[in-house]
């Protein structure tokens, strides 16, 4: 009977931490370059027990969310035909730093600007970081220079799916996902934003089901809460 309670314990502590995965990928539908997550689960060890006549039943211990994975798919593309709105076509980041010890960042989010200081002006990203060049550097221009794609840019990892989310559509790398290298032959379209690749109505159908699932652990953990305490009495 403990087992059972903490078993189903397990499974509803496990989808409340998927739904607010799930949540957090509708936060985002709007967020640029935005990439979705899902909680992956794992079962916990199993346990045999001597059945009747003889028989070995196995027994699970519940579930825990073993990792969140991230899902890198190509958000569509908006045209927005302001010159340094950039968009990269495949695989790789845009890269920024930011804060004073100039720790680097990397996001799929294109929606730069301007920050001008006297005759220089620098490309920075929404949180305010200088956007690098493929050398790591920040990209300088002179007051009247506008921008090419070629000038920005676009970093590769060897485990993608190592980076770390740091909040505000940001990664930065780990031992996991390696070091990153510049891209070679990247594409960036300028005028262009990549939209989240999060889906209404995928969404709202793990939704549901995570719902229903907690729901259902819920009830089973109520169940043997109830027979403990009849349990209980008989016992008195």
Request: no cysteine; glycine share 12%.
């Amino acid at each position: 009977m403990i087992r059972g309670f903490y078993a189903s314990r397990s499974g509803v502590l496990g989808q409340q931490d998927s739904m607010n995965v799930i949540a957090n990928n509708f936060a985002n539908i709007n967020t640029n370059g935005f990439k979705t997550q899902h909680a992956a689960f794992a079962s916990l060890i199993y346990a045999k027990v001597q059945g009747g006549a003889g028989v070995t039943v196995d027994t699970g211990h519940g579930v825990k969310v073993q990792n969140t994975a991230t899902n890198f798919s190509q958000g569509g593309l908006a045209e927005t035909t302001v010159p340094t709105d950039m968009a990269i076509i495949g695989e790789g980041f845009f890269a920024a730093t930011a804060g004073e010890d100039g720790d680097v960042y990397y996001s799929r989010a294109g929606d730069f600007k301007y920050s001008v200081d006297g005759d220089t002006k620098f490309l920075t990203d929404a949180m305010g970081g200088y956007v690098l060049d493929e050398g790591g550097s920040p990209i300088e221009l002179a007051a009247e220079e506008e921008i090419r794609p070629e000038q920005v840019g676009v970093f590769v990892f060897p485990n993608r799916h190592g980076l770390e989310f740091v909040g505000n559509n940001r990664l930065v790398a780990t031992e996991v996902s390696g070091e990153a290298e510049a891209a070679e032959g990247a594409t960036v379209k300028a005028g262009f934003l990549e939209r989240s690749n999060a889906e209404v109505s995928y969404e709202m159908v793990k939704m549901i089901e995570a719902s229903k699932a907690f729901a259902f652990n819920a009830r089973v953990l109520q169940t043997i809460d109830e027979m403990e305490g009849v349990g209980n009495q008989l016992r008195q």
